[in-house]
Nanobody, 127 residues
Framework: VQLQASGGGLVQAGGSLRLSCVFS????????MGWFRQAPGKEREFVAA????????AYDDSVKGRFTISRTVAANTVYLRMNSLRPEDTAVYYC?????????????????????WGQGTLVTVSS
């Protein structure tokens, strides 16, 4: 499995970006997916997750109401739409995939649950 993230960039506070992560090397709809981020000097942290069925979604409280995770199965792609961006959202954003889980309705919010990681895309929010 390989993951290729893109869509990061420099944006002013209050602006929007959409990150994309293209999945290859497996059956996309069998994998639970997640987005994480890592700011300089900090640990990687959970942002959003989606079950393999696509029916269950979770967000960290810090992004709830501003970020939206979605996917297009036909394109093997998971997205992270980010609105109302804040300087504290500045980080490298990573997409992750978990091998077919026990339940197709489960999502995962910790880094240890995931088996594959993309290379990351940098999001910088200026004040």
């Amino acid at each position: 499995v390989q993951l290729q993230a893109s869509g990061g960039g420099l944006v002013q506070a209050g602006g929007s970006l959409r990150l994309s992560c293209v999945f290859s090397g497996g059956t996309f709809s069998h994998y639970a997916m997640g987005w994480f981020r890592q700011a300089p000097g900090k640990e990687r942290e959970f942002v959003a997750a989606m079950s393999s069925r696509g029916d269950k979604i979770a967000y960290d409280d810090s992004v709830k109401g501003r970020f939206t995770i979605s996917r297009t199965v036909a394109a093997n792609t998971v997205y992270l739409r980010m609105n109302s961006l804040r300087p504290e959202d500045t980080a490298v954003y990573y997409c992750a995939a978990k091998n077919p889980p026990y339940s197709v309705h489960d999502y995962y919010t910790n880094t240890q649950s995931y088996d594959y990681w993309g290379q990351g895309t940098l999001v910088t929010v200026s004040s």
